[in-house]
């Protein structure tokens, strides 16, 4: 069984940074792929960035590419995701998601019926 647990997020002006965190609790090895997504009222959840744990290949969506970084720290059981160059429409709950692969993480990494263990979410917001 995995648990995840987003400690805080938190509030910027655009043109910052904050830095999300994701504790995970129970086996996680390279068979898993770990996730942010996030959701804006009264839009879709959508995938923000993704990486494969242990192996540490990274995706991102188009939206964050260049801006948000997502990194892991085994030891620590911690994913983070790096946000710099905050803009007001990244204003949104941050959801931390894992799933187990067999195959890798690229395939899917944003598909959120995919992911079968999430956290409970972290409001960030940004104003201009």
């Known amino acids: 069984q995995v648990q995840l647990v987003e400690p805080g997020g938190g509030s910027a002006q655009a043109g910052g940074s904050l830095r999300l965190s994701c504790g995970i609790s129970?086996?996680?090895?390279?068979?898993?792929?770990i996730a942010w997504f996030r959701q804006a009222p009264g839009k879709e959840r959508e995938g923000v960035a993704g990486?494969?744990?242990?192996?540490?290949?990274?995706y991102y969506g188009t939206s964050v590419k260049g801006r948000f970084t997502i990194y892991e720290d085994n030891y620590k059981k911690m994913v983070y995701l790096q946000m710099n160059i905050l803009q007001p429409e990244d204003t949104a709950m941050y959801y931390c998601?894992?799933?187990?692969?067999?195959?890798?993480?690229?395939?899917?990494?944003?598909?959120?019926?995919?992911?079968?263990?999430w956290g409970q979410g972290t409001q960030v917001t940004v104003s201009s």
């Open positions: 998601a894992a799933r187990k692969t067999s195959g890798g993480c690229f395939s899917a990494w944003a598909s959120r019926d995919e992911y079968n263990y």
């Open positions: 990486i494969w744990s242990g192996v540490r290949n990274q």
């Open positions: 129970g086996d996680i090895d390279r068979g898993y792929c």
